[in-house]
C-alpha cells in the first residue's frame, strides 16, 4: 500500500489503529503487578490519539456532510502541527526507544511500533504524494496550502513558543506544550505518587497505577540521573527504583530533557524530511531497519538463551542426578 497506492495508506493507518490500540488498553489494564493504563497520557500516545481523531473526524464530515465543515485554516494548522510531531519526535522516537521492534506475535509491542512508525510514513504520504491523496480523496483531504507552507516562521528559526503560527514548527511547538503543561500538572498533582510502594509516614502503599515516567526511570535513567546530575550514589539510586519514590527534582530533569529532545528533533530530523523527499524516504528505511533488527535479536534470544535457560531449570533434578552418577 505504501509504495502502491500511497494516498490510501491513511486509512490503513485508521483502521489499524482502531484496533490495536484498543487491544493493547486491554492488555495494560490487566498488567501485572501494577496497571498500565496511565502510560497512554504519554506523549506518543496522545499524539496518535489526536492525528486519528483528526483524520476520522475530516473523513465522517467528508463523506457525510461535505467539505465545508472544517475550515482551511483549521486544515492547516493542524496539518502543520502533525507534521512537525510525526515527523521529528515520533521519527526520533524510533531510534531513541529500543523497545520499537518488530515482534510479529507480541500486540503490545506491535502496538508500539505502530504509534511510532505510522504517523510519519502516512505524513510521507501527506507531503510528497499530495496530489494523489487529494485526487483519490477530495472531500477529506483539501491539502490546498501546501505550496504556501513554511517550516520555520517568516521571523527566523528562532521564536518565543506561542508564536509563529504561520509555520509547522511553530504549530508542532504548541502541540507539544498542549500535552506538556497538563501531564506535567497530573503527575504533580497525583501521578508521581501513585505507584509508590510506601506512604510518607513508612507505611505500606499497596500501588495500583504505574506510569511512563517511573517506568523509564526503573529502566536505569534514575541511575544516569543520580551520577551525573544529583551526586546520588548508586545505591540510594536503586533504593528509589525498588520504591517507586523519585522525587520533583527527578521528575522535572526528565520532563526538561523529554521536551529538549522534542524539540530538537523537530529542526534535525523534522526539516530535512519537510525538505527532501530522499531523505524521508532514507529515514522511513533506517528506523524501519532498526525495528527489524531489534525484533530479530529478541527472537534471537527467546530461541536461545531464554528457552535454554527454562529448559535447564526444568530438568535440573535430572541433570543434577546425572552428575552425580558420573
Known amino acids: 500500500m505504501f509504495g502502491a497506492h500511497p494516498e490510501h495508506l491513511w486509512l490503513i493507518y485508521l483502521v489499524q489503529g482502531l484496533y490495536m490500540i ?15 493504563a496511565l502510560y497512554y497520557l504519554d506523549f506518543c500516545w496522545c499524539m496518535n490519539f ?4 483528526v483524520i476520522g473526524l475530516l473523513a465522517i464530515l467528508g463523506l457525510v456532510h461535505g467539505d465545508d465543515r472544517v475550515s482551511n485554516v483549521a486544515r492547516e494548522s493542524f496539518y502543520n502541527a ?5 515527523c521529528g519526535t515520533l521519527m526520533g522516537a524510533n531510534i531513541a526507544l529500543p523497545f520499537v521492534a518488530c515482534l510479529f506475535h507480541d500486540v503490545n509491542t506491535m502496538t508500539g511500533l505502530f504509534i511510532h512508525l505510522m ?4 505524513m510521507y504520504t501527506f507531503i510528497w504524494h499530495s496530489d494523489a491523496v487529494r485526487s483519490a480523496w477530495p472531500g477529506i483531504f483539501h491539502l490546498t496550502y501546501m505550496d504556501e507552507i ?23 511547538v504548541v502541540l507539544y506544550l498542549l500535552w506538556w503543561i497538563p501531564y506535567v500538572c497530573f503527575m504533580l498533582l497525583i ?19 504505574d506510569t511512563v515516567f517511573h517506568s523509564t526511570m526503573r529502566q536505569g535513567v534514575c541511575i544516569s540521573i543520580g551520577r551525573m546530575l544529583r551526586g546520588r550514589s548508586k545505591r540510594d539510586s536503586l533504593k528509589q527504583m525498588e520504591e517507586n519514590d523519585f522525587d520533583l527534582i527527578d521528575f522535572f530533569i526528565y520532563m526538561t530533557f523529554h521536551m529538549i529532545a522534542s524539540v530538537i528533533a523537530f529542526y534535525l530530523i523534522g526539516y530535512p524530511c519537510f525538505k527532501s523527499q530522499n531523505f524521508h524516504l532514507f529515514m522511513l528505511v533506517f528506523v524501519a531497519w532498526l525495528a527489524v533488527t531489534r525484533g530479530a535479536s529478541r527472537y534471537t534470544y527467546y530461541t536461545t538463551k531464554m528457552y535454554s535457560r527454562t529448559l535447564r531449570k526444568q530438568f535440573a533434578a535430572v541433570l543434577e542426578d546425572e552428575s ?3
Open 150 to 172: 513554511h517550516y520555520f516562521p517568516k521571523s527566523g528559526p528562532i521564536f518565543a513558543p506561542g508564536s509563529g503560527l504561520d509555520s509547522v514548527v511553530g504549530n508542532s
Open 22 to 36: 484498543p487491544r493493547k488498553f486491554y492488555n495494560m489494564w490487566n498488567a501485572k503487578p501494577l496497571n498500565q
Open 119 to 122: 504517523p510519519p510514513m502516512v
Open 324 to 326: 552425580k552418577k558420573n
Open 82 to 86: 502533525l507534521l512537525g510531531v510525526a
Open 50 to 53: 489526536t492525528g486519528i481523531f
Open 191 to 209: 501521578g508521581i505518587d501513585l505507584p509508590k510502594k510506601l506512604k510518607y509516614d513508612g507505611t505500606p502503599n499497596n500501588p495500583k497505577w
